[in-house]
């Protein structure tokens, strides 16, 4: 197939191009309660091209791209009419010209995990025993589960001389948990870790188990009014992705962030913990083939570093790094208990919770909280929260307890101050 398409690449004069091929191998188990409903094996071939069509518009260059996919079924014939039909198409994408990466061939990078030590079948063996470990409440318990582990090889060519790849392992999935007394209720959630990380799928089963025997006991909204807002899992990322997309080259360039390396992100007044986040490197290539590094971010609050692809980056003469899905943050000051002091409202799931990029504003309907009016801890539900991370990020506190989310590692839990509630 990669000949198939090198061949119509020449055929249609496609000069500069991009071709992204993925074999992705995985072992993908279901389940309904602890029972396994289906079992499936899989080993798919995909193929992505990018051509790059290059024109004049009112005297200024121009560099128009289309993409393409390709299957391991297509003819000739097929594959030379889809390139055909992307060429035609770019040349209507009105972008500033860019230059693209360039590199040499390079040997099958084999990243190291845990995962790679077993196969595929054994993986989802492990990871499906830690699943259902902490299965044992009565009224509280999985209903279903879908469990995948993976093995992908990326294969990454340009028209520059780039002619790279690499093996990685992931084990990703979801699974609902169900409680039926006093109210019967449900909990969705998902995972996915590139090792064979068993405990942190135990310990966030062991939390949604209890999350949702809360859920089905919690009945009345808090009172409407402001209150210290403690947010723990997986929202605790949302908050640290808007200083990640506003620091992208694709943000700044067209200037909706006016993030500039040297800034201080959080203000010059800020009482309360200043942020400092590594990019990390999941893979030793971006989709372009740039090589990626883990690079600071942030350090203290200063913006250390602009990423992004090859086009934005050469509009802002800065360095490509690729595009990043992954970073960490070093644990806060203060543990969770001490965190949990007065009167608070600790959120642990939203029906929906948004982090606007643009704006800086975020905002929930709470699913399930814990509302402490200083002695006393009830579970509550309904109701809102939303509030600006510009006025909040000025005094940020952060647990020193730790958690690993997809794309993130770092604390558990972040406290705001003087957050809105909609309530009862």
């Known amino acids: ?27 993908e188990l ?14 798919v071939h995909h193929y992505n091209v990018t051509v790059y069509h290059d024109f004049d518009k009112d005297g200024i260059k121009m560099r128009g791209s289309s993409s393409a996919g390709i299957y391991s079924q297509m003819t000739e014939e ?28 390079e040997e099958l990078v084999k990243m190291d995990s845990s995962l790679s030590i077993n196969t595929l079948a054994e993986n989802a063996g492990k990871m499906a025993e830690a699943l259902f470990s902490e299965d ?51 909990t969705y959630q998902d995972f996915s870790y590139d090792e064979l990380d068993t405990e942190a799928l135990k310990e966030k089963v062991k939390q949604t188990l209890e999350m949702t025997k809360a859920r089905a006991q919690a009945k009345s909204a808090p009172s409407a009014g402001e209150y210290t807002v403690l947010l723990s899992g997986r929202y605790v990322k949302d908050i640290f992705d808007y200083y990640i997309d506003r620091s992208s ?17 959080q203000g010059d007044n800020s009482s309360g913990e200043l942020i400092t986040i590594t990019l990390i490197a999941k893979e030793p290539y971006s989709k372009e083939g740039i ?20 086009r934005f980056s050469y509009y802002l003469s800065t360095e ?33 919770f948004q982090m606007d990029t643009f704006s800086g504003h975020f905002a929930g309907e709470i699913r399930l909280a814990f509302l402490c009016d200083g ?21 940020l506190i952060f647990s020193k307890e730790l958690q690993i989310e997809k794309g993130y590692e770092g604390p558990y839990a972040v406290k705001f101050e003087n957050v809105n509630v909609a309530g009862a």
Request: proline fraction near 4%; hydrophobic fraction near 35%.
């Open 1 to 27: 197939m990669l000949h198939k398409i090198l061949s119509a690449l020449k055929l249609n004069n496609v000069s500069v191009y991009l071709i992204n091929e993925n074999r992705n191998e995985t072992v």
């Open 30 to 43: 279901f389940f309904i309660k602890k029972r396994l409903d289906m079992r499936r094996q899989k080993d």
């Open 78 to 105: 097929e594959v030379n009419d889809t390139i055909k039909k992307a060429y035609f198409a770019a040349s209507f994408v009105c972008n500033p010209f860019y230059e693209l990466p360039a590199g040499k061939k």
């Open 136 to 186: 044992i409440m009565e009224d509280t318990f999985l209903n279903s589960a879908e469990l995948f582990t993976e093995k992908t090889t990326c294969h990454i060519i340009n028209s520059s001389g780039i002619d790279v790849s690499y093996e990685k392992y992931t084990v990703k999935g979801e699974f609902v948990v169900q409680c039926i007394s006093p109210q019967d209720v449900e």
């Open 249 to 265: 080259a694709s943000m700044i360039y067209p200037k909706y962030s006016g993030y500039q390396v040297g800034n201080q992100v």
């Open 291 to 310: 090589p990626m590094v883990n690079r600071p971010l942030l350090k203290d609050g200063v913006l250390q570093t602009i990423h992004g692809d090859s």
């Open 320 to 352: 490509p790094t690729g595009i990043y899905q992954n970073f960490s943050v070093p644990s806060g000051l203060k543990s969770f208990s001490e965190m949990k002091t007065g009167k608070y409202l600790h959120v642990v799931n939203f029906s929906d």
């Open 375 to 395: 002695h006393s801890v009830i579970p509550v539900t309904g109701g809102s929260i939303n509030g600006s991370l510009l006025e909040a990020q000025k005094n």
